[in-house]
Nanobody, 119 residues
Framework: EVQLVESGGGLVQAGGSLRLSCAASGFTFDNFAILWFRQAPGKEREGLLCISSEDEITDYADSVKGRFTISRDNAKSTAYLQMNALKYEDTAVYHC????????????WGQGTLVTVSS
């Protein structure tokens, strides 16, 4: 079964850090770009960062620049989102998705993991 499973979310105080993981199975992880995006209640989906199969990074959100970083470990078929200096407004469900390249149609995405930042 082709799937992505996010983990690592939880409750954190403002200023704290979390690292989210995105574990892939059922497809050749190395060949796909991975996008992290989020959706907060009542807000539109927001693309954050994408890492290509060649480790090139594309950032989409000024709101997380300098605070969030993306990485991948192909040996573990896992991508990561390191989130530092978290703010209340970062509260959202965070999803990862796979596509052939950054910016192309999403092929598969996970159910998401909830991040709640307390002020």
């Amino acid at each position: 079964e082709v799937q992505l499973v996010e983990s690592g979310g939880g409750l954190v105080q403002a200023g704290g850090s979390l690292r989210l993981s995105c574990a892939a199975s059922g497809f050749t992880f190395d060949n796909f770009a991975i996008l992290w995006f989020r959706q907060a209640p009542g807000k539109e989906r927001e693309g954050l960062l994408c890492i290509s199969s060649e480790d090139e990074i594309t950032d989409y959100a000024d709101s997380v620049k300098g605070r969030f970083t993306i990485s991948r470990d192909n040996a573990k078929s896992t991508a990561y989102l390191q989130m530092n200096a978290l703010k209340y407004e970062d509260t959202a469900v965070y999803h990862c998705a796979a596509s052939l390249m950054c910016g192309s149609d999403l092929e598969v995405w996970g159910q998401g993991t909830l991040v709640t930042v307390s002020s």
